[in-house]
Each structure stands twice: as C-alpha cells, then as structure tokens.
C-alpha cells in the first residue's frame, strides 16, 4: 500500500467524493472507488489519497482557520484479485488479506493525515495569539513536508503493512499521536491576535 500526498486531487471534487475525518467514521473497502485488479504480486495493494486544506482569514483582530483532513474516494483504491490473473494464488484468502490488514494500514495513513492537520491547527493558536502571523507560511510548508516524511516512514517501515510487529507499533504510535493532540480536533475555529514580543 503507498499514499500519494497529491492536494491537488482533493480541490474541486464533488462533495460524496471527498470524506472529512472523524474518529466516529473509518474506513470502508466501499470508500476505495477506483476499480483496481491486480495481476502482479510484487504491486502495492492499495492507494490512499489523502490532504490537507488550511484555510485562514484575518480582520484585524482576530483569525479564523480552517484545516480538514480529506480522503478523496475517487482516486483511492484496493486491491481486488481475481482468478483468471492470479495464477497459483489463493484468490479468497488474498482479498480476505486485503479487505483486513490493507484497509486497515491504508485507515493508518489518514489517521496521519489527521495528526497533521491537528498540528497545523495547533499551530494557529499558539502563533496567532503570541502575534507570529507573518510564520504562518513557513510553518505550514515545514508542516507538509514533515507529514509526507511521515507517511514515507510508515510505509518503509512496516513494508506496506506486511511487517505486522512493525505495523503494530505503528498503529500505537499514531493513536497516541492522536490522543496527544485531542484539544485540536475540531477543524476550524478563530483566535485572537496577539501583540507579538520584541526582544
């Protein structure tokens, strides 16, 4: 399974196209519309396509933001073996593989795009507030790419969720993530400008 950071994909789509995350919400082989075969077993299983939209405004006293994360269902897609390309294989058992550990890891590369989202809001508030308007770009753009590093060394180290101890301690290690950041899971909210300290 690989994610594919690509924004772009996400603007513009139709609204039953895209899914916002939610801790209530995972998930479903249903989500993954794009019709996939698979006829080589050295491919990846899965693709997950999900962003990042901030969005802020500012009126002289106050920010308000806006940072969903977004799954595009459209472009995502799992794996589906049939037997007339698959050879020798065990066709049931490689879909029943797929269907519970891919969707699993591919919930897993949301679930960072999450935790990203959560830091970029986080950001808001404490730059914001402290009047550190003008690093706001620079702090998203050093954001994105610490998020696609992560998403990288998750599929690198679990193998794309074949190493199963490895993905276990992935999916620990994200939870907490998560949890560490639960005051910034609402996707918008507004701050007061603060005045910003000269030294």
Same mark, same amino acid.
């Given at each position: 399974?690989?994610?594919?950071?690509?924004?772009?994909? /996400?603007?513009?789509?139709? &609204?039953n196209?895209? @899914?916002?995350?939610?801790e209530? %919400? *995972?998930?479903t082989?249903?989500?993954?519309?794009?019709?996939?075969?698979?006829?080589?077993?050295?491919?990846?299983?899965?693709?997950?396509?999900?962003?990042?939209?901030?969005?802020?405004?500012?009126?002289?006293?106050?920010?308000?933001?806006?940072?969903?994360?977004?799954?595009?269902?459209?472009?995502?897609?799992?794996?589906?073996?049939?037997?007339?390309?698959?050879?020798?294989?065990?066709v049931?058992?490689?879909?029943?593989?797929a269907?519970?550990?891919? /969707?699993?890891?591919?919930? &897993?590369?949301?679930d @960072?795009?999450?935790?990203?989202? %959560? *830091?970029?809001?986080?950001?808001?508030?404490?730059?914001?507030?402290?009047?550190n308007?003008d690093?706001?770009?620079d702090?998203?753009?050093?954001?994105?790419?610490?998020?696609e590093?992560?998403?990288?060394?998750?599929?690198?180290?679990?193998?794309?969720?074949?190493?199963?101890?490895?993905?276990?301690?992935?999916?620990?290690?994200?939870?907490?993530m998560?949890?560490?950041?639960?005051?910034?899971?609402?996707?918008?909210?507004?701050?007061?400008?603060?005045?910003?300290?000269?030294?």
């Amino acid at each position: 399974m690989i994610h594919l950071l690509m924004l772009a994909m /996400l603007l513009g789509q139709p &609204k039953n196209k895209i @899914i916002h995350w939610s801790e209530d %919400r *995972k998930l479903t082989m249903e989500d993954f519309q794009k019709v996939a075969h698979h006829r080589n077993t050295n491919e990846y299983s899965g693709q997950t396509w999900s962003g990042i939209e901030p969005e802020y405004h500012t009126d002289g006293y106050k920010l308000t933001y806006k940072v969903p994360a977004l799954f595009n269902r459209d472009s995502s897609w799992m794996v589906y073996y049939d037997a007339k390309h698959s050879g020798d294989l065990d066709v049931e058992w490689m879909n029943r593989r797929a269907g519970t550990y891919g /969707l699993s890891h591919e919930q &897993k590369h949301f679930d @960072i795009t999450e935790v990203y989202a %959560r *830091k970029i809001r986080k950001m808001f508030r404490e730059e914001v507030s402290r009047g550190n308007i003008d690093r706001i770009d620079d702090r998203l753009e050093r954001y994105f790419r610490e998020w696609e590093e992560c998403q990288d060394r998750y599929d690198s180290e679990t193998q794309h969720s074949l190493n199963q101890p490895m993905q276990a301690k992935w999916d620990t290690r994200i939870q907490a993530m998560l949890d560490e950041l639960s005051d910034y899971k609402e996707d918008e909210g507004e701050v007061i400008l603060g005045q910003r300290r000269r030294s």
